[in-house]
């Protein structure tokens, strides 16, 4: 397993990311349950689920 | 300090970018618990090209009213504080390489919207031994280790435990891999020595 080499995030930026998802989370409305569907969907339409190996060849 | 980086793709942040969404809420909640302690197990790392991917879908759904620009400011927000793997000289011959190799072998680099992203994707992950959270393991199974983001924070993981620092690499990574869930590597996959 290749470590960092000193290029990793900072632990102040992992906890602003923190800090923003915790809020984001807690924020009120529906707004995320009624965009993600649609999201979901653009991200997969050009893609394959391949849940796990392909076995195309080797 | 060991940390693994988590090499984001499109799909894993989209998803942290809208949390509250019931199927994304264990998935953040797992991935704060991993890199959000004094000391991380994981680092999120969000490249380019996959913050590329991402911003392209928004403003499609922006500009079809089906989003808003919350979603755009939330991506910008993240991005401004995860570690950027920025697309580097280094970065795109190694893409080629990859690209060049699944060709040789007949695997149909044309299959998906966005080969290129994809070879991208798996040669920043593999500048910084990082493991690549993905929704769809397309043809980056050959390329990176990959964990699905499903997988992750699934209810029979273990919880982290604490941190040790005389914790032997090998041994934190095993604890690592058994917590966050299964790292998928392909019996074949290619070289990244011998693509530089």
Request: net charge negative; aromatic share 6%.
């Given at each position: ?19 923003m ?14 965009v ?23 | ?10 799909s ?22 991993l ?15 996959a ?10 759904l ?16 993240l ?7 920025a ?51 397309r ?22 435990p ?18 966050i ?16």
């Amino acid at each position: 397993m290749s470590l960092n080499a000193g290029l990793e995030g900072s632990q102040d930026h992992r906890r602003v990311v923190v800090s923003m998802l915790n809020v984001w989370l807690n924020e009120p409305g529906e707004y995320d349950a009624e965009v993600w569907p649609v999201l979901a969907a653009e991200l997969t339409e050009d893609r394959v689920e391949l849940h796990g190996d392909d076995s195309s060849g080797a | 300090m060991v940390t693994i980086p988590l090499v984001l793709d499109s799909s894993a942040l989209g998803k942290l970018c809208h949390p509250k969404q019931p199927k994304n809420r264990s998935f953040v909640e797992a991935v704060t618990e991993l890199s959000g302690s004094a000391t991380p197990y994981a680092d999120n790392c969000a490249p380019a090209i996959a913050e590329y991917e991402l911003r392209r879908k928004f403003l499609r759904l922006v500009g079809r009213n089906q989003a808003s620009l919350v979603s755009v400011e939330r991506l910008d927000d993240l991005c401004s504080e995860l570690w950027l793997l920025a697309r580097s000289r280094h970065v795109l011959r190694l893409a080629a390489g990859y690209w060049s190799e699944l060709r040789r072998r007949g695997l149909p680099t044309d299959a998906s919207a966005s080969p290129d992203a994809d070879v991208i994707l798996a040669a920043q992950a593999a500048t910084i031994g990082g493991w690549v959270v993905t929704s769809t393991f397309r043809h980056l199974i050959r390329l990176i280790p990959v964990i699905r983001s499903e997988d992750i924070g699934r209810p029979h993981a273990r919880r982290v435990p604490a941190r040790s620092d005389n914790v032997p690499p090998a041994e934190f990574e095993q604890t690592v891999r058994n917590t966050i869930g299964p790292v998928w590597i392909h019996p074949n996959q290619l070289p990244f020595s011998g693509l530089q």
